[in-house]
């Protein structure tokens, strides 16, 4: 009986025991066109106002991940129940969600600049840009959402990753409530629409169908 025992603790140990480490070596810095999506700071408040005045007052969070190229593989985790496991020597890339919060939560911008593929020639930045409101009115509580997918190195909407059912546009120019912007993206989906400008950020979005709210600069 004890060697029964001594014999299920070994195998126990041996099930989860660990050969290697992930090791990282490095860095890789994003590319320059990164930083025309990466625009807010931490703790600024973005206000955006209607034709009709009413303010929208959005503060911004952001939420560094670290992401990884894998360079080379450097050995194997031995693990019996799920499989073998290799490890490798690799560099983190930067993941950045920014958030532009309402007060009462009620609003909520984003954007994510996401680095795509674990190889280095493969590598590539998307941006995801969103928005979701809820609005109570004489009909109840009213919500929508839009969410679209943005190849950043290749400059195209890539609805493939995700952005079924919204519509995009690029806009030489935008007016709304007395503003003008220029090469505007446009994104749409049936309940909600967001407009992005590279270098600027989000320049508007839309609640409750037409109501526009655009940014003051």
Known sequence: MK???ITLVFISICSCSSDCEDVRTGSIDPPM????????EAGETVNFENENGELVSLIVDTTRWEG?????????????????????????????ITQLISEDDLTNLEVTVIPFNQKEEDLEYVAEIKSSWAVEDSSGLQTGFVQAFYNITQDRFTPELGSG??????LMT?????QSFDDVMK????EAEIYFVKEK????????????FTLME
Not at 33 to 40: C, I
Not at 174 to 178: F, Q, R, S, V
């Open 174 to 178: 935008w007016e709304a409530n007395g």
């Open 33 to 40: 066109e990164y930083f025309d999506y990466a625009v807010y």
């Open 3 to 5: 060697n029964f025992l």
């Open 187 to 190: 994104f749409k989906s049936n």
């Open 68 to 96: 990884r190229v894998l360079d080379r593989e450097i050995g194997v985790n031995t693990d019996f129940q799920n499989g073998d496991q290799p490890c490798y020597e690799y560099r983190s890339t930067l993941w950045l």
């Open 201 to 212: 950020g989000i320049v508007g979005f839309s609640r409750l169908g037409a109501e526009i």
């Open 165 to 170: 059912g919204v519509d995009f546009e690029r």
